[in-house]
């Protein structure tokens, strides 16, 4: 029996697509993070991150907590939170759903928000966050730069997909937000299973996937799927783990989306069909010899109000 609900983090099921993946060459698995108990793979860094600051002893009881974030890693932060008696302040950009400011509200959280600002102007998220951290005291979490994000994905969830597959594996596909879980399973996986590929799954719009391929981020324009993509490389990100990028677009992930949900009771949001997506494309190329891992990051619970989800 776990002494808190923050015991129940990580540890999530790795499922066959049974009915998306069946006719490839390559079986296609699904790491099921939107099953961690805040609904996201952001869990983990949350808990990470507020440890790694209890231990450095950066916190003190009743500490407030700020972050610049999309909404999973704010839900993270606040179960945390509450399991540990911190304040949190959470702020996001206008362009994420109204379901997931409602839920932070609902968790006890303050949310704020501020225009979608491009990363060097001073209404963006991240410098807000930075700034107010600043002024009042609180302590930034700073998931887009902090080292104990990428650090628990290659203790934890790199280890646990590695398991799985009994160390099998012909690729592993995920999303960047801050690019701490391609970052860590990627730095894993090259030293345990240094055949597998590590693939970017990025959406049409974000300029993360030419500067993969490149090392130039490419033009930065609009998409509507949330959490990943942007058009600067976070801190975070290690170019060096990721082996290619596949660039999808919105259409093609709410569709993906809606299969998972419809087709395989897969209750996950739109960065789910991206990664999903991305990864059928490389198990249908035929440059893979083992079953192709894509990380599903969060559940549908927090895009209620989207029509992309009807």
Known sequence: MNSTILGSIGRTPLVALRRIGRDLPVPVLVKCEHMNPGGSVKDRIALAIVEDAERRGQLSPGATLIEATAGNTGMGLALVSAARGYGLVC?????????????????GAEVIMVPNAPPDSPENFQNVARRLAAERGWFLTDQFKNPANPRVHEETTGPEIFEATGGRIG?????????GTITGVGRYLKRKAPGARVILADPLGSGLAQWVATGVVGPDGSYKVEGIGS???????????????????????????RRLIREEGLYVGGSAGTAVAAALRVAASGTVEGPVVALLPDSWDRYMSREWLR
């Open 91 to 107: 702020v996001m950009p206008a362009k994420m759903s109204a379901d997931k400011r409602t839920a932070l509200e609902a968790l």
């Open 231 to 257: 058009s600067k490389p976070p801190e975070v990100l290690d170019r060096t783990v990721i082996d290619a990028a596949e660039t999808v677009s919105d259409e093609e992930s709410f569709a993906m989306t």
């Open 171 to 179: 690729a592993f596909v995920a999303g960047a937000g801050t690019g």
